[in-house]
């Protein structure tokens, strides 16, 4: 089922959103609701980011990225971290070969597009420690030998937030290696009556839409979006507030960040601001694209101190306050431009702030 564009054909915004709907249709077949945890996943590959979905267990979170990885297609492994897992388990190792007398490679199961790292805070540190190299420069060093990830690459992680017993939190330097933390909830009651209905027969499988080509495509048109300046500056605006809210009108907000967010939320808004707006059918970002992103882009890099944790303070309820009290500047249409551009225009509106 799945298309392609010919070679040397440039893929137009409309097909590219035509694609990308069909695949996440393919996978809403196996997965009831959770429709913002299918688009972010989406939004994931298209940014050429990782992902760490949060939920209690039988939320379907792994059966999600399973039929998302078939939907989009190319290589797929899945990793059960545990506490006895040690490094060479993921990345490989070298294996003595006595008919050679040399000592040959083993890859390990990271080599292919999608990783599913299942229940990664079971992990010990030094596991954890091992991702941040693959996560963060999409290669892997053994024995001195530097091996490239495949292209596309993108780690899919889940966790579990209510156990204690065995698990290993996550340390702040790989939770920014992750461009989404999205929060999986439980179904609502018309959702859990059709997951009845759909999981207690023979359930639905999802067919493959994309393939590694197609999606490389998506990926270069993703990074394609028009930012406007002021929309940019929105964004910047909105990562600063994190640092130094007491300049954006909330004093009240510097007792309870102790760690803003870095860099890397900048470029991530951006990223996946661009991303959501060519899964909606355009090549320009709107500010409404970033207040969308906001939440799973930004919360799981801000730190709380000890007395907002005390007071059951949570990040997203910060992110929220900021995207209350930081202004985005709004978008002025200009209608006679928009009915003379024709389909390969570029057709975005001017912005005032």
């Not at 070298?94 to 199961?109: H, Q, V, W």
């Not at 979006?225 to 009240?252: K, Q, S």
């Amino acid at each position: 089922m799945s298309t392609s564009v010919p070679q040397g054909q440039s893929m137009s915004i409309r097909e590219a959103a035509r694609l990308i709907g069909e695949a996440i249709a393919q996978v809403q077949r196996v997965i009831v609701g959770q429709e913002h945890m299918v688009e972010q996943l989406m939004v994931g590959l298209l940014s050429k980011g990782h992902v760490l979905l949060e939920g209690v267990p039988g939320v379907a979170k792994t059966l999600a990225v399973r039929s998302f990885a078939t939907v989009v297609g190319g290589s797929f492994a899945r990793i059960q971290f545990t506490p006895d897992l040690v490094p060479s388990d993921i990345v490989g190792t070298r294996i003595y070969s006595a008919s050679k007398e040399t000592f040959d490679i083993e890859l390990g199961p990271v080599f292919v597009n999608f990783v599913l790292a299942d229940e990664i805070n079971r992990a010990p540190a030094k596991v954890q420690s091992a991702m941040l190299e693959l996560m963060a420069e999409k290669q892997v060093s053994i024995a001195g030998i530097t091996y490239p990830a495949q292209k596309p690459f993108i780690v899919i992680a889940t966790q579990n937030p209510v156990e204690s017993e065995g698990v290993y939190p996550l340390p702040e330097a790989q939770r920014d290696r992750f461009l989404l933390k999205v929060d999986v909830p439980y179904p609502r009651g018309n959702e859990e009556f059709e997951i009845l209905r759909r999981m207690s027969v023979k359930p639905p499988e999802a067919v493959p839409v994309l393939n590694p080509n197609l999606v490389l495509q998506l990926q270069d048109l993703a990074s394609e979006v028009f930012v406007h300046n002021l929309v940019a500056e929105y964004i910047v605006r909105l990562v600063l507030a994190t640092r130094t809210p007491a300049e954006f009108g909330m004093p009240d907000l510097e007792n309870v960040i102790q760690i803003g967010c870095s860099p890397r939320a900048t470029l991530g808004l951006t990223a996946a601001a661009r991303s959501l707006a060519l899964i909606h059918g355009r090549d320009y970002v709107l500010p409404t694209d970033v207040q969308a992103v906001a939440k799973d882009v930004m919360a799981h890099r801000i730190v709380l101190g000890f007395d907002a944790v005390a007071d059951n303070i949570l990040p997203t309820n910060v992110v929220e306050r900021v995207l209350a009290m930081v202004p985005p500047p709004t978008p002025v249409w200009n209608q006679k431009q928009r009915e003379a551009s024709h389909e390969q225009q570029r057709h975005a509106p001017e912005f005032r702030s």
